[in-house]
């Protein structure tokens, strides 16, 4: 059974940082595209980064770009999300999954999925 597990999520003010982990078991997720969608109460789930097998290709949204960094350690079947500069409107719950599709920025794209762990960002 293929798992995902998210953690590293909190609470933490505005300009502060957190490192979210998602450690995946079950089967092999070779070559397989591991991304960090997050979603706010009352709207849709959205991209926020990805990272291909090899790690080095990384996409990012806008919102986040040059604040968060994505990173995987495929020894440990695990991907990271640095998150620095943490904002207000980075409040969500953040979801980690996997693809094994080119494709990459919509949730559709990927077969797998964690529970989710809640992070928000006090003014």
């Known amino acids: 059974q293929v798992q995902l597990v998210e953690s590293g999520g909190g609470l933490v003010q505005t300009g502060g940082s957190l490192r979210l982990s998602c450690a995946a078991s079950g089967r092999t997720f070779r070559g397989y595209t591991m991304g960090w969608f997050r979603q706010a109460p009352g709207k849709e789930r959205v991209f926020i980064a990805a990272?291909?097998?090899?790690?080095?290709?990384?996409y990012y949204a806008d919102s986040v770009k040059g604040r968060f960094t994505i990173s995987r350690d495929n020894a440990k079947n695990t991907v990271y999300l640095q998150m620095n500069s943490l904002k207000p409107e980075d409040t969500a719950v953040y979801y980690c999954?996997?693809?094994?599709?080119?494709?990459?920025?919509?949730?559709?794209?990927?077969?797998?999925w964690g529970q989710g762990t809640q992070v928000t960002v006090s003014s």
């Open positions: 999954a996997t693809s094994s599709s080119a494709a990459y920025s919509s949730p559709t794209y990927y077969n797998y």
């Open positions: 990272i291909r097998w090899t790690g080095t290709s990384t």
